[in-house]
């Protein structure tokens, strides 16, 4: 277990230099909101989804429209569905009680190298943890520091600090890329994400785009599992 907990947080030490990067930034943008520390802290430690915690210090501004956030950070987190359904195979046994305080710590960063490691055949729900205990720490510092130097960057988008975020994401996808199989499934995310991010108000394109890809994939592995190319039942083949 404890060796598992450490391989867990190895594995996400590189992924925790880009999230300590746009954890700055979020603490710089709460500073220039006027959040305190105690109040980023505890949204650190009750949500720990940046994304999330992005739109609502964009959106902090007296009177606090708290129905706004909560739907705001509701919509944004449904992925955590998706991503709950892809760790079956590693919580498969695993109490409800283990199972949600295992979720409350798995950032996309550390489901992301997990699910690797899984592919791989190291992947556990302690390697899960290991690597959501050290990116719960890496954040809540980073917020700290960008909360602290909050008042000396006024645009920390001229810095280009605010494409961390977007970076430590392109990254994590191409090493996720498996190969042609992958194509189809990713092209039908991209296309319908942009087309609800072009269409729909809000954060829907990131769930729309998600569920149309994993369906996608779902429905290609049911083909290729039941048919060769010539019709009949058989293995599995890869399109």
Not at 89 to 111: Q, T
Not at 210 to 238: W, Y
Request: one cysteine or more; charged letters at 10%; hydrophobic letters at 55%.
């Amino acid at each position: 277990m404890l060796d598992d907990l450490r391989n867990g947080a190895v594995a996400n030490l590189p992924v925790a230099a880009s999230v300590a990067a746009y954890g700055s930034v979020l603490g710089m943008l709460a500073a220039q909101k006027g959040l305190t520390w105690p109040q980023l802290l505890l949204m650190n430690l009750s949500i720990f989804a940046g994304s999330a915690q992005f739109v609502m210090v964009e959106m902090w501004a007296p009177p606090l429209p708290v129905v706004e956030m909560t739907l705001a950070v509701l919509i944004i987190n449904l992925r955590y569905l998706l991503i709950g359904a892809s760790l079956e195979p590693l919580f498969r046994g695993a109490s409800l009680a283990r199972k949600a305080g295992i979720m409350h710590l798995v950032a996309d960063e550390n489901w992301a190298v997990t699910m690797a490691a899984y592919r791989r055949g190291d992947g556990s729900t302690h390697f899960l943890l290991g690597g959501g205990i050290c990116l719960i720490c890496v954040w809540s510092l980073s917020t700290l520091l960008g909360h602290q130097l909050g008042a000396l960057v006024a645009h920390p988008e001229r810095f280009a600090l605010d494409f961390a975020f977007v970076a430590v994401f392109t990254a994590l996808t191409v090493s996720m890329w498996r190969g042609t199989q992958d194509l189809l499934p990713w092209l039908a995310a991209a296309v319908l994400a942009i087309a609800a991010a072009r269409w729909l108000p809000g954060k829907w394109y990131i769930l729309i785009g998600g569920l149309g890809g994993a369906l996608v994939s779902a429905l290609q592995d049911c083909l290729n599992a039941k048919f060769t190319p010539g019709g009949h039942p058989s293995e599995r083949i890869e399109i």
